[in-house]
């Protein structure tokens, strides 16, 4: 393996069972075949209700580097990291490592619920590799990172799940691991805390490989600097340009339906999102091409039951991690539109310079507001009607961020 290469993963394959009772027959009948001598890896086959949850992983990682490792539930990331981790065995495959194996992948796994926090740190730390002594001097240092405290001599059977990852990423962070694997879990800590493990996960990274799992897009754009997509057990996607990978990753979900969730009262006949006048010439694109200095134009034919009287538009835009980017509410800036004629042709202009890259989605609401007790009335909605693709000049790839700031910079 080259000096500065800490990881090596090869042909790596993992099949598990469907059910519960043929699995723990099969497991008595390879521990039989194991006994007889070790099966050849080409001839290991799927049997009956077997199925591949990892198979034909390949990469590598070096001191420095920082993978992600991303893709819908149950693609097969944990189980990626438990082969990695030695908690489970590969059925094929190789793994090669080098050096200190610092992990966090499930919840309290590696604890020892009935020892106190500060007896499992030097649990953990000797199974590491760690004498007496090495951790007596870090022993302050995770304890402080941690800020426990107050109950590192409580059994951590009565931690919260807060507090079992704040004890096991510090545990893991500082016993100077070579190799660090952590699974989305640092999720579950509050944002003081997840704050300061990024910083910590960055400080690591100068001395380490890194392997992370993460839903969130942005803390993968934040930190690694390779990715590795899964889609079913596969790789789907692996290399070094983030923005392709997220991009890949989104993918997977874009044949999600639109739907209308509620019309009773409203119905959408016709609905148009305006491309910018240089992508409006391109066939290629599927969706409406926006210069995100140009505004964003919706055409909106519109029919209601003749018993509504009067009713406001609202839009919400989401983007692709389905978090609401903005809310266009025609309440802000005008008189509800009287319901005076069978169809309304509407004509939507939001100005614009701030959405960053990428695809949205418009939610349309129609609703009504009661001039008595002032409340909503939802007469319709559609959910996720119309998509457009935001194109920012600057080239910057993903952003992790929800807007660009608008800003001058002068020099004075
Ligand atoms: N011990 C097991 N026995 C049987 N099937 C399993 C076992 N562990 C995992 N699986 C299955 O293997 C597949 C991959 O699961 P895995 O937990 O690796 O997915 P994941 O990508 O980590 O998902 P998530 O994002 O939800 O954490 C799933 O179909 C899961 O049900």
Redesign the pocket.
């Known amino acids: 393996m080259a000096e500065d290469t800490l990881v090596r993963v090869e042909h790596l394959a993992k099949k598990?069972?469907?059910d519960l009772k043929t699995?723990l027959w099969y497991g008595v009948q390879d521990l039989g075949a194991e006994f007889v001598g070790k099966k050849k890896e080409e001839d290991i086959q799927l049997r009956n209700k077997e199925f591949w949850?990892v198979r034909d992983i390949n990469f590598e990682l070096k001191r420095g580097e920082c993978l992600g490792l991303i893709?819908?539930?149950?693609?097969?990331?944990?189980?990626?990291l438990k082969m990695l981790n030695g908690l489970i065995k590969p059925d094929k495959g190789r793994i090669e490592m080098y050096g200190r194996i610092g992990a966090l992948i499930e919840l309290g796994s590696g604890f020892n619920p009935i020892l106190t926090g500060r007896e499992n740190i030097y649990n953990n730390g000797s199974v590491l590799g760690l004498n007496k002594k090495e951790i007596d001097g870090l022993l302050e240092e995770i304890i402080d990172f941690s800020e426990m405290e107050k109950f590192i001599d409580t059994p951590v059977q009565y931690y919260s799940s807060g507090m079992k990852v704040r004890l096991g990423f510090s545990v893991a962070a500082h016993m100077k691991p070579d190799v660090l694997i952590l699974d989305?879990v640092l999720a579950v800590g509050d944002s003081g805390f997840k704050i300061k493990s990024f910083n910590k996960i960055n400080e690591i990274m100068r001395d380490a490989a890194v392997i992370f799992?993460s839903?969130s897009m942005p803390h993968i754009a934040n930190i690694t600097n390779k990715v590795l997509l899964?889609e079913n057990?596969v790789v789907d996607y692996y290399g070094e340009n983030i923005t392709d990978g997220i991009e890949r990753y989104f993918g997977l979900f874009a044949g999600d339906k639109e739907r209308v969730e509620y019309n009773e009262f409203a119905t959408i006949e016709d609905m148009k999102v305006y491309a910018s006048a240089k992508y409006a010439d391109d066939p290629s694109r599927k969706l409406p091409a926006i210069d995100y200095r140009d505004p964003i134009r919706i055409d909106l034919d519109l029919k209601l039951k003749p018993n509504v009287e009067w009713f406001h538009i609202k839009l919400q835009i989401t983007d692709k991690d389905l978090k609401i980017v903005g809310i266009y509410d025609s309440f802000q800036f005008q008189e509800a539109i009287k319901n005076d004629r069978d169809l309304h042709h509407l004509k939507i202009t939001i100005p614009n310079s701030i959405f960053i890259d990428g695809e949205y989605s418009i939610t349309v609401f129609i609703q009504q507001r009661d001039p008595i007790n002032s409340k909503w009335n939802l007469l319709a909605v559609y959910r996720y009607w119309r998509k457009f693709n935001m194109k920012a000049s600057a080239g910057l790839g993903y952003v992790p961020a929800v807007v660009y700031l608008p800003g001058q910079c002068e020099v004075v």
């Open positions: 598990f069972c469907r699995s949850a893709g819908r539930n149950g693609a097969g990331k944990s189980t990626l989305e799992v839903h899964m057990g």
